[in-house]
């Protein structure tokens, strides 16, 4: 069993900034990719940024340049740093992870959701 917990979320002005964490415990051999999503109401959950086990990334274009994805092998735990956020940064954000149980098992699985609203 393998779970993913969020933290870092909450209320936070235009313009302003927050740091998300991500720390994934339990019966884990390796994680591979590790990645942010996030879900307003009403729309699909999209990606935001994903990072590989040798740290390389990939970000949607609406966060580029604002956002920056990282992670801690060693600690199982990935991070989002974003900076300038903006009212349409609003959203739950969830984290997911492609993790090796085992020897050949091997599944992706979600954190809780932490919500992030940007408003003043």
């Known amino acids: 069993q393998v779970q993913l917990v969020e933290s870092g979320g909450g209320l936070v002005q235009p313009g302003g900034s927050l740091t998300l964490s991500c720390a994934a415990s339990g019966s884990i051999s390796s994680i591979y990719d590790m990645g942010w999503y996030r879900q307003a109401p009403g729309k699909r959950r999209d990606l935001v940024a994903t990072?590989?086990?040798?740290?390389?990334?990939i970000y949607a274009d609406s966060v580029k340049g604002r956002f920056t994805i990282s992670r801690d092998n060693a600690r199982n735990t990935v991070y989002l740093q974003m900076n300038s956020l903006k009212p349409e940064d609003t959203a739950v954000y969830y984290c997911?992870?492609?993790?090796?149980?085992?020897?050949?098992?091997?599944?992706?699985?979600w954190g809780q959701g932490t919500q992030v609203t940007v408003s003043s």
């Open positions: 990072i590989t086990s040798g740290g390389s990334t």
């Open positions: 997911n992870g492609d993790v090796r149980t085992g020897v050949i098992a091997r599944s992706r699985y």
